[in-house]
């Protein structure tokens, strides 16, 4: 029997919230490497991949929403690995990091993207195709923004009057 030194122990307390139930879903779906795999190769200077800040900032949508600039402090809240981090990395989370990432996202094919992901939940969740219609052709979204010069970007030009 083996037997344990009480003045020897050491006690660690992490959140873990609903993220365990959230990684099951995502890790049957394989959004990280799906995820990773539709974004471009990071600068071999970033020190945290836009595929990583995306898939936190992705978990950090399905259990709190927490604005950009608050997701470093957010994610510290839990254990790192809850996210696949070290202890450092998030300390590297940041709005302008995740702001990088999305224009990352902004700039792939994200139509494959979406794709890939709606059949790796058909398969993975024997989602039954003909009783379920996925129209994701109409998104619009509105709003005022000054700098705006309507400027192709990643070959989109952005709809609506600019002023």
């Given at each position: 029997?083996?037997?344990?030194d009480?003045?020897?122990?050491?006690?660690?307390?992490?959140?873990?919230?609903a993220?365990p139930?959230?990684n099951?879903?995502l890790r049957?779906?394989?959004?990280?490497?799906?995820?990773?795999?539709h974004?471009?190769e990071?600068?071999?200077?970033c020190?945290?991949?836009?595929?990583?800040?995306i898939?936190?900032?992705?978990?950090?949508?399905?259990?709190?929403?927490r604005?950009?600039?608050?997701?470093?402090?957010?994610?510290a809240?839990?254990?790192?690995?809850?996210?696949?981090l070290?202890?450092?990395?998030?300390?590297l989370l940041?709005?302008?990091?995740?702001g990088?990432?999305?224009d990352?996202?902004?700039?792939s094919?994200?139509?494959s993207?979406?794709?890939s992901?709606?059949?790796?939940?058909?398969?993975?969740?024997?989602?039954e195709?003909?009783?379920?219609?996925?129209?994701?052709?109409s998104?619009?979204?509105?709003?005022?923004?000054?700098?705006?010069?309507g400027?192709?970007?990643?070959?989109?030009?952005?709809?609506?009057?600019i002023?």
């Amino acid at each position: 029997m083996m037997r344990i030194d009480p003045d020897n122990l050491e006690v660690h307390s992490a959140r873990i919230g609903a993220l365990p139930v959230v990684n099951s879903v995502l890790r049957r779906l394989g959004f990280d490497a799906l995820l990773a795999a539709h974004l471009c190769e990071p600068d071999r200077r970033c020190r945290l991949a836009p595929a990583t800040a995306i898939s936190v900032l992705v978990r950090n949508l399905a259990v709190t929403r927490r604005p950009l600039y608050g997701l470093s402090a957010w994610a510290a809240g839990y254990d790192p690995a809850l996210f696949g981090l070290g202890d450092a990395e998030v300390g590297l989370l940041n709005d302008d990091k995740v702001g990088r990432a999305l224009d990352e996202l902004f700039s792939s094919d994200r139509a494959s993207l979406l794709t890939s992901l709606s059949l790796a939940a058909i398969q993975r969740f024997g989602i039954e195709v003909t009783e379920l219609h996925n129209d994701s052709t109409s998104i619009t979204l509105y709003g005022a923004y000054r700098q705006a010069t309507g400027t192709p970007r990643a070959g989109v030009r952005a709809r609506g009057a600019i002023k």
